[in-house]
């Protein structure tokens, strides 16, 4: 301004008070107004589609809709009662026990025609969704610091107001979303409490990174419930979130047991289902570490998630094979399991085993085979079907059901194989028997059958007599050997076993009655007696010796068998007198389960004598 003269511009010809003026910044007010009107016009605009599909609330940012929502805490009490259904709410919440998965929903609102209508009804499901923020907040008050997270005692609330929630629109998820968080991540509301919030949390759909972090907390956390852990986990793997966020928490959930869980079994099993769902290396390193824990639950439940992967668990067979070799006999029976569950890829390194193995140790390794159900045997290969045949013939093996079975699955290199080994003449009869067996051809011969019933091995005995039990159309033929065996049998099972054939066929012959008598249970047989009085009884038609016998097995160590004196007796009535000091001492003694029986037989056998009696006495 030095070469003009005043304070007068040169360009707008403004005259300015002072020099400085000519430095004010133009500040052009309405154009800002204008422009500010145009952005929001604009912005409007983008929601537009947003409000058509939500609702006008849809546009108001969620915590100045809960501040407002505030202000009408009446409102939303009244809109959440006039919502409900009572009697779906006490069904669920009573009869089902408030079931997580099953929540109330409540009364289907109309569709609105207008867009009056449309925002109160939009206004009346934010404070019902309000009203329900309020009560999972102040429940979790209630319990705060109570230390409930495994009281299983359930009073009801949480699932009506969480259902409210769910059956919403958008709008009204976002309302209750920190308060189903904070649910979630509550560690001193009972359980089901906290596995509710943990459930619905992923499906409220809202604020994706909050949910994965509050399930990462839960997933993590040492004071949380195993169930309400794996529910976390479970949601994160739909979620498709990062296995390295909860490996860890779930290698602790199935091989670190938990002393105040009451569900050690179900958890670990659940953490196995979670961890075959990753990716297959992780997941086959995870069951390798549970199979060599010395837990017995995380052995069982990485047995089961070996089965659930099956061949695709491959790579885990060499290091299974060599657990086999420093594990205990019970682990080695988890090894085994999970080398079976993997399929026929291991197979053929089973057969190995039982090739290498003690004949001891071969029944072990058989009885993975048997138990799984396998179709086929190719893995099995001759030199094995030579030591399987010569291990059920040698008389210095213990003989094995298992491996018979697995013997039958061999089929003719099996019978070929039994042809071609020379066995004593004390052996002859277990030969022919076991060749019929392999060819199932035993109900054939019921001779051949007999014939076993006095072999030295017990196992052998006991296949033989349940081959028995299916020839009721060879009774004749096998009546007199079976009466035979039980006056020969030494071994009380064997007596009790031929005992029920005896009654099984209806055997009429004169040795029965007297082999029947003086039979008590023992170790191994307890219910021997039992089956000797029951038979007896069905049989003999001899009352006093039947009584007699009854009498005597009041004092038989099986319960069931002294049970069954006292009502034989009470049955007997009057004919029965003499038995009366025999039950009133099995009453004075401690015997608590004989006391009622023993006492009806009294009664029964004193009316019977009264009305015998003549009348002048």
Known sequence: MAGVPGLTCPECGRDGKRESRFSRTRRHRWQAAFALVVISVGFLTTRVPAVMEHGLFDVVPTPVLRIVLGFFADDAEAAYMATSSPGLNSLFSTTLGGLPWLPVIPNPPTSPTTWRERIEQ???????????????????????????????????????????????????????????????????????????GVRWLATLDFDVAATRRTLNTVARSRNAPPSARLDAIDALQSMKANPAVYIRALRKLLVTPDPNSLELDGYAHRAVHCLVKLPIDEAVAELL??????????????VEGFRILGDSAAPAIPRLVAATKRASSTGELYVL?????????????LAYMMRDASPRRRVFIASTFRSLNFSSFEAIDLELVDLIARDLLDPDVPFSQTLLSVARSCGQSMESSLT??????SLEARKRFVL??????????????????EDHDREVRRVALYELQLMEWAADVISIPIVDALEHATD?????????????FDIDDDRVTRLLIGRSGREGA???????LFTLEVMCDDRELVIDEAIRLLRDPYVYCRILAARLLARAGADAARALPALRSAIERDDPPLDEPAAEAIRAISEALRVQAPLGE
Not at 289 to 302: D, V
Not at 337 to 349: D, N, P, V
């Open 420 to 425: 071609k080994i020379s066995v004593d003449q």
């Open 337 to 349: 399991q999970s080398l079976a569950g993997i399929g026929q890829s291991a197979t053929i390194e």
């Open 436 to 453: 019929l067996y392999v060819t199932s051809h035993t109900r054939q011969s019921p001779e051949a059958v007999v014939a076993v019933l």
């Open 492 to 504: 009380p099972r064997d007596q009790r076993d031929l005992i029920s054939l005896v009654r099984r």
């Open 526 to 532: 307890e219910n021997l007696g039992y089956n000797a």
């Open 122 to 196: 939009d206004w009346n499901n934010l404070l019902v969704a309000s009203h329900a923020r309020r009560l999972i907040y102040a429940n979790i008050r209630a319990y705060a610091n109570t230390r409930l997270g495994y009281d299983w005692n359930d009073d009801g609330w949480g699932t009506d107001t969480i259902g409210f929630v769910l059956s919403g629109v958008d709008d009204e998820r976002r309302i209750a979303f920190d308060a189903v968080r904070a649910l979630a991540r509550r560690s001193d509301v009972p359980i089901e409490k906290q596995r509710l």
């Open 289 to 302: 570490t549970a199979i060599e824990s010395k837990r017995q639950f995380a052995r069982s439940a990485a």
